[in-house]
């Protein structure tokens, strides 16, 4: 414990900016010299994709040169780099506090991305896992708005994202792509990474007209009995889809363009993140907080409770639609298994994981849960125990899930650790 | 009609039980009344009925002319009817600052995707809502507590926090419903002076539900004593203190005081 505040002390004057540009280094320096000689030197048979963890689990016998490449290509550039230009990022991050502050995060975000984007950039699984994470997060935050911040256990969630999914993919296939189900292509191939946004949006909006079966039966139902209600939802959902044979019924639909790619992604993903943000920290969204406390209080303050219901199940299930039509054009394929109960157990662990009512839970959930999935692949049937398990434990010891009831501060969580070096 | 608040003839059955008969109430402008009378008695059915939870069977409500009879509770509380609860509703996931920022709703112009995205008119309108809202903190005193989860208050604070909120509604008729349950003598006597405050600061109307006879007395020009569902008699605190069925059926044998 001492040495972990030690630890701290030595880091607390580095900025955001400082952390950034050390990952930079890391990830360039794996780009340029990871296998060439790192691994090589190692004797690893390639780049470990995630951390070492999968041929860690794998061969035993690699954990020492496995680990000792997370220390050189990671832990070693990023904190020597961030602790050495402290004195140059301080000053920077300074001046950046002088700048609007959406600039200043825009800023970030750029260099953020540049990182991942290299990171991601040397193995195609990785830029894969990437990809579904972050659908993951867009996912877990829009049903954190349904469950945490209106307090409703809604399970209609893979339901609103296969609506998403496939009224984005129909979009897309009918009018850029030239196929068995629906013919020729409408329009020329090159509009459709530009229409792209507007399909999407469209399935978001499909996606959100659904969730109204959802959300006018939750003006008089409350707790198990929406939940039930919610979880009939997904299976009309799932069977009407497995019984329309024009979409393909359950054999699913294939052939989307790869139109979510990396940046697309991550645009939307921090689209979300603002967008969903804003709203729950204004006086509309903090009125789903005060429905769920007490709704009798809420409409005597003159809370339109039933419009907030049906905001919170409308916006939560367009985000799904959202995240289901860019899923659909990551795997290029959709079936109505995709969207199936197993979907459910997932988004519901990686909310309950990270916790309720709060953005950054709901990133660290989605992270840890998906990132974690992949990394224990190798223990096959194991990884569901200790998965499970871990979740248990979250329970135990924190009730509301690891970071509930906290917003981002991002003027906070930029602003330069100079201060505070000198006044200690 | 030139009363604040007019009830005709309001009653109300729950299924085959009436819980409120012919009931009539006026209150002028800035008029303090009370409700009296002994448990179970209807007092708190009577609030619900004219702040619109439950709509009565018979009968009418008129807020300063306007039908408000079978309005959303919402809409009623937008109209000018702040209330507060028996036992205490917060929102006990919120901070106090909140709450009452909470009570604003209704003032909101934004919109749904003014809130979205931020609009410089949204972030106008929620730094001029949470002045106010300081401001009222500071008049109910419990402006120190802003950035506290309303749980982690002593409970006469929470009773002012509640009353703020309902301030923050801009009400015309202020509905306090035993505003003194649980509380010390030191803090009812605070709560007589909020009260007091409150009154002549906003000029608000006030209707409350007391079992506190000194509390009752010493604060409302007109008290009404319910017994089953019935007005047994109303008039001036002196009246209804002197009157031998208000004696019998809610004081029992107790001295008034």
Redesign the interface.
């Known amino acids: 414990m001492e040495f972990v505040e030690k630890f701290k002390r030595m880091f607390s004057n580095v900025p955001m900016l400082g952390w950034l540009l050390g990952a930079l280094t890391a990830v360039l320096i794996e780009y340029f010299f990871g296998y060439d000689y790192i691994s090589y030197i190692l004797q690893l048979p390639k780049i470990p994709v995630l951390f070492g963890t999968l041929i860690m689990l794998k061969e035993p016998m690699m954990i020492p040169s496995a680990l000792a490449y997370d220390l050189i290509v990671y832990v070693l550039p990023i904190l020597l780099v961030a602790k050495a230009t402290a004195f140059a990022t301080n000053p920077v991050a300074m001046l950046l506090e002088k700048i609007p502050l959406i600039l200043s995060v825009i800023l970030h975000l750029a260099l953020f991305y540049l990182v991942l984007h290299v990171w991601a950039e040397i193995n195609d699984y990785r830029e894969l896992i990437v990809r579904l994470t972050m659908i993951c997060i867009i996912l877990t935050i829009s049903i954190n708005v349904i469950n945490g911040y209106q307090g409703e256990f809604s399970c209609s969630h893979p339901g609103f994202m296969a609506l998403g999914a496939y009224t984005c993919s129909i979009l897309t296939l009918v009018l850029f792509v030239n196929d068995r189900m629906f013919g020729e292509a409408l329009l020329p191939a090159w509009l459709g990474p530009w229409i792209f946004p507007f399909t999407l949006i469209a399935g978001g909006i499909v996606a959100a007209l659904g969730s109204l079966l959802v959300a006018i039966p939750s003006f008089r139902t409350r707790g198990d009995y929406l939940a039930i209600i919610s979880l009939a939802f997904l299976f009309i959902v799932k069977s009407a889809v497995e019984n329309l044979q024009i979409i393909g019924g359950s054999r699913g639909m294939g052939g989307q363009p790869e139109y979510a790619t990396l940046p697309v992604i991550f645009i939307w993903t921090i689209l979300c993140i603002w ?1 969903i943000h ?2 729950v920290t ?6 789903l ?2 429905v ?3 709704e ?10 039933r419009k907030t219901k049906m ?1 919170a199940f409308m916006f939560g299930a367009f985000w799904a639609g959202i995240a289901g039509g860019l899923f659909a054009h990551v795997l290029s394929y959709i079936n109505p298994g995709t969207f199936s109960i197993n979907r459910l157990a997932e988004i519901l662990a990686m909310v309950y994981f990270g916790g309720l ?1 709060s953005i950054i839970g709901s990133i660290v959930g989605a992270v840890t849960i998906n990132v974690l999935g992949e990394a224990l692949r190798p223990l096959e049937l194991f990884k569901w125990i200790i998965i499970p398990l871990i979740l248990i434990f979250v329970m135990i010891f924190r009730p509301y899930g690891l970071i509930s ?1 906290k917003e981002i501060n991002a003027k906070k969580l930029l602003r330069a650790k100079y201060k505070r070096e000198q006044g200690a | 009609m030139s009363a604040l608040l007019n009830v005709k003839d309001m009653t109300h059955y729950f299924g085959g039980l009436r819980a409120v008969n012919n009931y009539n109430l006026n209150i002028e402008p800035k008029q303090i009344t009370g409700l009296i009378g002994p448990n179970g008695a209807g007092k708190t059915t009577i609030f619900n009925l004219i ?1 619109g ?1 439950y709509t009565p069977t018979k009968g009418n409500i008129h807020l300063q002319g306007e039908n408000i009879k079978g309005l ?3 809409k009623i ?2 109209k000018g009817l ?2 507060t ?1 028996q036992n205490l ?6 901070n106090v600052l ?1 709450h009452i ?6 003032q ?1 112009t ?1 919109g ?1 995707f ?5 609009t410089p008119a ?1 972030r106008r309108q ?1 730094s001029e ?1 949470r002045e106010n809202a300081y401001r009222l903190l500071e008049l109910f005193g419990v402006d120190q507590f802003a950035d506290q989860l309303v749980g982690n208050l002593p409970y006469g604070a929470q009773r002012r926090v509640e009353m703020a ?2 301030m ?2 801009n009400p015309k008729i202020l509905f306090l419903d035993e505003p003194t349950a649980g509380m010390t003598p030191d803090e009812l006597v605070q709560m007589i002076k909020i009260i007091r405050q409150v009154h002549e600061t906003f000029g608000v109307a006030i209707f409350l539900i007391e079992h506190r006879m000194k509390f009752v007395m010493e604060l409302c020009e007109f008290i009404q004593t319910l017994v089953f569902g019935e007005i047994i008699a109303e008039g001036p605190p002196e009246e209804i203190q002197n009157n031998p069925e208000v004696i019998e059926a809610y004081l029992g044998k107790e001295d008034v005081t």
């Open positions: 967008i804003n709203f204004s006086i509309m969204g903090k009125a907080n005060a769920r406390d007490d009798a209080a809420a409409e005597s303050m003159t809370v339109a409770t905001t009512n009831f | 702040t939870v959303d509770t919402n509380a937008a702040g209330r609860f509703a917060l929102w006990r996931h919120m909140d920022k909470m009570a604003h709703y209704s909101l934004y749904l003014g809130s979205f995205f931020n949204c929620e809502i909120r309902a923050a509604t």
